[in-house]
C-alpha cells in the first residue's frame, strides 16, 4: 500500500510560482509511474502532468505545457511539480497519484493510489 502526502500549495499572485512536493511511502517509488490531477471547485477531476518511471519521459496538458515541469526523484521517494506564470485558472487542489503500470495514461481512474490533496490558490 502507497501512501502519498503533497505539501507545498499555497496563495500566490498571478505570474508567481510555486513548487509542489508529494513524498511517497510503503511501495517500490520507482516502479510508479506518477502524476499530478487538479480539481476546482465544481469541475471533475483533470490531468496535469505525469511522468514515467525512468523520469526521462513527461507528459503534460496542453494547457500547462511550457509553464509546469514535472520530476522526480527516486531516490527520495518523491515527485515535484514546478509551476510558473500561475494564473486564476490554475487555482485548484492538487493531487498526487501513483499508478502501478510502466505504461503513462492521463485519467484519474486509472491510477491506484492517491494523496489527500494540497490547495493551490492564484489570485488575479
Known amino acids: 500500500q502507497v501512501q502519498l502526502v503533497e505539501s507545498g500549495g499555497g496563495l500566490v499572485q498571478g505570474g508567481g510560482s510555486l513548487r509542489l512536493s508529494c513524498a511517497a511511502s510503503?511501495?517500490?517509488?520507482?516502479?510508479?509511474?506518477m502524476g499530478w490531477f487538479r480539481q476546482a471547485p465544481g469541475k471533475e477531476r483533470e490531468f496535469v502532468a505525469a511522468?514515467?518511471?525512468?523520469?526521462?519521459?513527461?507528459y503534460y496538458a496542453d494547457s500547462v505545457k511550457g509553464r509546469f515541469t514535472i520530476s522526480r526523484d527516486n531516490a527520495k521517494n518523491t515527485l515535484y511539480l514546478q509551476m510558473n506564470s500561475l494564473k486564476s485558472e490554475d487555482t485548484a487542489v492538487y493531487y498526487c497519484?501513483?499508478?502501478?503500470?510502466?505504461?503513462?495514461?492521463?485519467?484519474?481512474?486509472?491510477?491506484?493510489?492517491w494523496g489527500q490533496g494540497t490547495q493551490v490558490t492564484v489570485s488575479s
Open positions: 510503503g511501495g517500490p517509488f520507482s516502479r510508479y509511474v
Open positions: 497519484a501513483a499508478r502501478n503500470s510502466a505504461v503513462v495514461l492521463t485519467t484519474p481512474i486509472s491510477y491506484d493510489y
Open positions: 511522468v514515467a518511471w525512468s523520469a526521462v519521459s513527461t
